[in-house]
């Protein structure tokens, strides 16, 4: 796809899609409750529909009535034996979450997923769980999917996770509802907490982590009940609209109804201290989860250090950030985010390359990236490595392009597994362009 800049400001208003941290787990955890889960707001992203495949393959009903999903849960032994490998797609919180949940089934189960999926570490979540007493392995023994998932016994343990992960956490305490006795897991630091949250509101015995107190502790035997669900918008999608009304002259951009979980809004706390102009507005709570509406206005930035106990709260969201780095005054740092090297493509590296292709003064560290600025940005040929937060990320980096030639995002199509309607919402703030 081609795009040019953006010859005026971006204004108006936009509702992101649904949570897909949440959407996912609204159907895992709706699948092992009793009784009929209602979800309101859902993801129908290509990720969060291979987790409804996985389940419906499990023998759980799945519906859509009216704009909400009907998840019609069967309890923690209810599911039955797939007769095929699940296929979890391009959803690395598919395959790892969902690991938890079958480490404690009765019967045996294989994950894979496409040629991504089977290139992305695994062994995270396989460690923790085999501590657990649970019979999975990496069926090519290369710590990646497929993964083989066999009956065993799950005992309750203490995990301790050199790495601050939400599906590592999410699958430990999964496991959990299934063990003899507490499982409890210590993080480095805290990690977004929606299962914590979800699991709770599903009636779960559980204990949440803190910032102060990173362990979060479950007791099985609880059964869990079927919830009405409303999912807040992603503010990692919301985050591309943020960047473009911070970058684009005159921009101002109200996006609406968007989850501001603490776990989740390290963007919003960077952006602030770069000089952001962000105003949260009828800031609310719906089932533990806090939401806003985000007003962003054009900014004169400066630049940042970004590193520590923040990161996990805006992995997803450091291409971005990157880009709109090369629009603040002086240096912007970027560390301890060595994560980004094992996401759906080593972001570090493309974000990198796409970035000097169009012109700035970037380079890449060994867990992060060091950005100069402000440099203008010209047009460039991008390549995406059919990463949809790469090609998001530079769809707004396009807008900033200061020559009259188009930047050609590779591979656009790929924005299909967070985010379909987001060129359709992009051009709706151009409507005057």
Same mark, same amino acid.
């Given at each position: 796809?081609?795009?040019?800049?953006?010859?005026?400001?971006?204004?108006?208003?936009?509702?992101?899609?649904?949570?897909?941290?949440?959407?996912?787990?609204?159907?895992?955890?709706?699948?092992?409750?009793?009784?009929?889960?209602?979800?309101?707001?859902?993801?129908?992203?290509?990720?969060?529909?291979?987790?409804?495949?996985?389940?419906?393959?499990?023998?759980?009903?799945?519906?859509?009535?009216?704009?909400?999903?009907?998840?019609?849960?069967?309890?923690?032994?209810?599911?039955?034996?797939?007769?095929?490998?699940?296929?979890?797609?391009?959803?690395?919180?598919?395959?790892?979450?969902?690991?938890?949940?079958?480490?404690?089934?009765?019967?045996?189960?294989?994950?894979?997923?496409?040629?991504?999926?089977?290139?992305?570490?695994?062994?995270?979540?396989?460690?923790?769980?085999? =501590? +657990? $007493? %649970? &019979? *999975?392995?990496?069926?090519?023994?290369?710590?990646? !999917?497929?993964? @083989?998932?066999?009956?065993?016994?799950?005992?309750?343990?203490?995990?301790?996770?050199?790495?601050?992960?939400?599906?590592?956490?999410?699958?430990?305490?999964?496991?959990?509802?299934?063990?003899?006795?507490?499982?409890?897991?210590?993080?480095?630091?805290?990690?977004?907490?929606?299962?914590?949250?979800?699991?709770?509101?599903?009636?779960?015995?559980?204990?949440?982590?803190?910032?102060?107190?990173?362990?979060?502790?479950?007791?099985?035997?609880?059964?869990?009940?079927?919830?009405?669900?409303?999912?807040?918008?992603?503010?990692?999608?919301?985050?591309?609209?943020?960047?473009?009304?911070?970058?684009?002259?005159?921009?101002?951009?109200?996006?609406?109804?968007?989850?501001?979980?603490?776990?989740?809004?390290?963007?919003?706390?960077?952006?602030? =201290? +770069? $000089? %952001? &102009? *962000?105003?949260?507005?009828?800031?609310?709570?719906? !089932?533990?989860? @806090?939401?806003?509406?985000?007003?962003?206005?054009?900014?004169?930035?400066?630049?940042?250090?970004?590193?520590?106990?923040?990161?996990?709260?805006?992995?997803?969201?450091?291409?971005?950030?990157?880009?709109?780095?090369?629009?603040?005054?002086?240096?912007?740092?970027?560390?301890?985010?060595?994560?980004?090297?094992?996401?759906?493509?080593?972001?570090?590296?493309?974000?990198?390359?796409?970035?000097?292709?169009?012109?700035?003064?970037?380079?890449?560290?060994?867990?992060?990236?060091?950005?100069?600025?402000?440099?203008?940005?010209?047009?460039?040929?991008?390549?995406?490595?059919?990463?949809?937060?790469?090609?998001?990320?530079?769809?707004?980096?396009?807008?900033?392009?200061?020559?009259?030639?188009?930047?050609?995002?590779?591979?656009?199509?790929?924005?299909?597994?967070?985010?379909?309607?987001?060129?359709?919402?992009?051009?709706?703030?151009?409507?005057?362009?």
């Amino acid at each position: 796809m081609k795009i040019a800049h953006a010859k005026n400001p971006l204004r108006g208003t936009i509702s992101v899609p649904g949570d897909k941290s949440i959407s996912h787990r609204s159907i895992m955890f709706g699948a092992i409750a009793e009784g009929v889960t209602e979800v309101r707001g859902f993801l129908k992203s290509a990720d969060c529909l291979s987790t409804i495949g996985c389940f419906m393959d499990m023998g759980i009903e799945i519906e859509e009535k009216d704009d909400v999903v009907l998840v019609h849960g069967k309890g923690l032994n209810g599911l039955t034996a797939p007769d095929h490998v699940l296929d979890c797609g391009n959803s690395g919180t598919t395959t790892r979450i969902i690991s938890g949940i079958l480490a404690g089934q009765s019967f045996e189960s294989t994950l894979t997923g496409d040629s991504s999926i089977q290139k992305r570490p695994m062994r995270r979540v396989i460690d923790p769980l085999q =501590e +657990m $007493g %649970a &019979d *999975i392995e990496s069926i090519r023994d290369n710590g990646c !999917a497929p993964l @083989k998932i066999c009956p065993s016994k799950i005992h309750g343990t203490h995990i301790t996770t050199k790495v601050a992960s939400a599906q590592v956490k999410s699958a430990v305490l999964l496991a959990g509802l299934y063990a003899d006795g507490e499982t409890t897991l210590t993080e480095p630091a805290l990690s977004r907490n929606h299962t914590e949250l979800m699991l709770k509101a599903f009636g779960a015995d559980l204990t949440p982590g803190t910032e102060e107190n990173p362990t979060a502790s479950i007791r099985p035997g609880k059964p869990l009940t079927a919830q009405k669900i409303t999912v807040p918008g992603d503010i990692s999608s919301a985050a591309y609209f943020i960047g473009a009304g911070l970058i684009v002259p005159d921009s101002e951009i109200l996006i609406k109804n968007v989850g501001i979980n603490p776990t989740r809004d390290g963007i919003l706390t960077v952006f602030k =201290e +770069m $000089g %952001a &102009d *962000i105003t949260e507005q009828n800031v609310r709570e719906e !089932a533990g989860e @806090k939401t806003a509406d985000l007003l962003v206005r054009f900014s004169a930035l400066k630049g940042t250090e970004i590193g520590g106990n923040v990161i996990p709260k805006l992995i997803d969201e450091l291409p971005l950030i990157a880009v709109v780095a090369t629009q603040a005054e002086g240096t912007t740092v970027i560390r301890d985010a060595a994560e980004l090297k094992v996401k759906e493509s080593d972001r570090i590296d493309l974000t990198v390359k796409n970035l000097k292709a169009m012109g700035a003064d970037i380079e890449a560290t060994d867990d992060g990236m060091i950005i100069h600025g402000p440099t203008p940005l010209h047009h460039a040929s991008i390549d995406t490595a059919k990463d949809h937060r790469i090609a998001m990320s530079f769809a707004i980096a396009a807008q900033i392009n200061d020559d009259v030639k188009p930047t050609d995002i590779q591979d656009s199509a790929c924005v299909s597994i967070s985010y379909p309607d987001f060129f359709k919402d992009l051009d709706s703030l151009m409507v005057n362009s």
